[in-house]
């Protein structure tokens, strides 16, 4: 056989493909279900957003891409939700929340941490409304308020943060971040900008959380004006100590620009920096984010907590045991009984024939991060998707992702998978330790 010839490669390019499926196999977590697709079977389902509760109940908010058959003037795309009574073992059939002639988009999904049984959600309504609904009966009726409204700004990217009668929503408003506040269980809001004299640049929350305390945070990001494959992104933490009004801001680091990524796979700082926040119920708080050193560079996967209130922060840690040089993103963050943290993330460190493949990874924590059990893969084979390979999917569908803690202990998770960034693609459930 000579070397470099073309059965050569083609056993290369075998062995390397059974190599990835077996390594994909061996970090599988026996305690973790096998994925398997949840929400409509028709059309696209994109970044998921999911919740669990104290009463074993499990909710994924979800925006659907494609045709709803009880609901034909339904937008594109609709808001819909999926519930499951038994902790994720069976679920109900996806419905609509509310439906509406304009499309509906940014899911948030967060139960009440005090009497872990009121449900709250929110969406981008259009261009113009940020959309806050309220549930008591574990999803079967709603109560919904408008949060904002701009009648002339475009408003993107809203973000949810519960704790009692407080509820928190963040979103862009032309380049500033601003911060919704309810105090009396989302039926009145009322503004502020979280950045009043920013630097130009698009600021996008992803993190969000209430402490013990009271204290309300948010993550979030800052993005040049223009030339943004080639700029600096910067990523901060912000706190507010009372309901909102006001806030100090702690920069956590400076990443480079996004990793390049072909027009017909993704838009522009779609792999670039984002950061995910949760709190214990000791009131630490921790984040989780992906950042890199060098524009254009593969990004890794960082994690940092503070025990006093975001005054201070520990040093940033690599969490990811993926060779140097794997392209990380997609932070997903949860937190229940003290020292109880849980990660996920997205990479790319199996490689086939066409290029790199993504995966879903997760860890856990029983002592705030000081140490992390071995990594688990929860993403994994599935027929009849061409974009979902032995070794893992083409693209992440979304920039988002959820896991939660349910009243068991275990931990439950959605996520996206899909060919490019445009379409198509669907999302996907485990549930495990």
């Not at 959600?121 to 709603?142: I, K, N, P, Y």
């Not at 593969?298 to 794997?326: C, H, L, M």
Request: negative net charge; charged residues 15%.
């Amino acid at each position: 056989m000579v070397p470099g010839s073309s059965r050569t490669r083609g056993v290369n390019i075998t062995l390397c493909l059974l190599v990835a499926l077996v390594s994909a196999q061996a970090l599988a977590a026996a305690g973790f279900t096998p994925p398997r697709r949840v929400g409509y079977m028709i059309g696209d389902q994109w970044e998921p957003a999911l919740s669990a509760d104290g009463r074993g109940h499990v909710y994924i908010l979800f925006p659907q891409y494609g045709p709803i058959r009880d609901c034909p003037a339904c937008s594109v795309p609709t808001m819909a939700l999926m519930v499951s009574n038994d902790n994720g073992i069976t679920w109900q059939a996806p419905r609509t929340l509310a439906p509406s002639p304009t499309g509906q988009y940014d899911a948030q999904i967060k139960v009440d941490p005090i009497d872990r049984q009121t449900l709250y959600a929110s969406w981008l309504q259009g261009e113009h409304d940020v959309m806050v609904a309220r549930s008591q009966d574990f999803g079967g009726t709603w109560y919904f308020a408008v949060a904002e409204h701009s009648a002339q700004a475009i408003i993107d990217k809203p973000v949810l943060a519960v704790r009692g009668p407080n509820i928190y929503v963040s979103f862009n408003h032309e380049q500033t971040l601003a911060v919704a506040a309810s105090h009396d269980y989302a039926q009145n809001f009322s503004s502020t900008v979280l950045n009043p004299g920013a630097a130009p640049g698009w600021s996008l929350a992803a993190g969000a959380t209430v402490d013990i305390a009271g204290n309300v945070y948010f993550s979030w990001t800052v993005y040049p004006p223009a030339h943004i494959l080639k700029q600096s992104v910067q990523v901060f933490i912000s706190r507010s100590a009372d309901g909102g009004r006001n806030w100090r801001t702690t920069p956590m680091d400076v990443s480079g620009a996004a990793p390049g990524c072909p027009v017909q796979y993704c838009s522009d700082g779609f792999l670039a920096s984002q950061v995910a926040l949760a709190s214990d119920d000791a009131g630490v708080i921790y984040a989780l984010w992906n950042s890199g050193a060098a524009a254009g560079q593969p990004q890794r996967i960082y994690f940092s907590s503070s025990t006093n209130e975001g005054e201070n922060w520990s040093a940033k840690v690599d969490v990811s045991e993926a060779p140097v040089g794997v392209e990380h993103c997609f932070p997903a963050l949860a937190a229940g009984a003290a020292g109880d943290v849980r990660i996920a993330w997205m990479d790319t460190r199996v490689v086939a024939e066409n290029g790199p493949l993504w995966n879903t990874f997760y860890r856990a924590s029983t002592n705030g991060g000081a140490t992390w059990s071995a990594e688990s893969q929860l993403s994994g084979p599935a027929r009849g998707y061409d974009y979902i390979l032995p070794g893992g999917f083409l693209f992440p569908f979304g920039n988002l992702f959820s896991i939660a803690i349910d009243n068991l202990g275990n931990t439950q998770a959605v996520w996206g998978q899909g060919r490019n960034y445009k379409s198509p693609g669907s999302i996907w459930y485990s549930r495990g330790r």
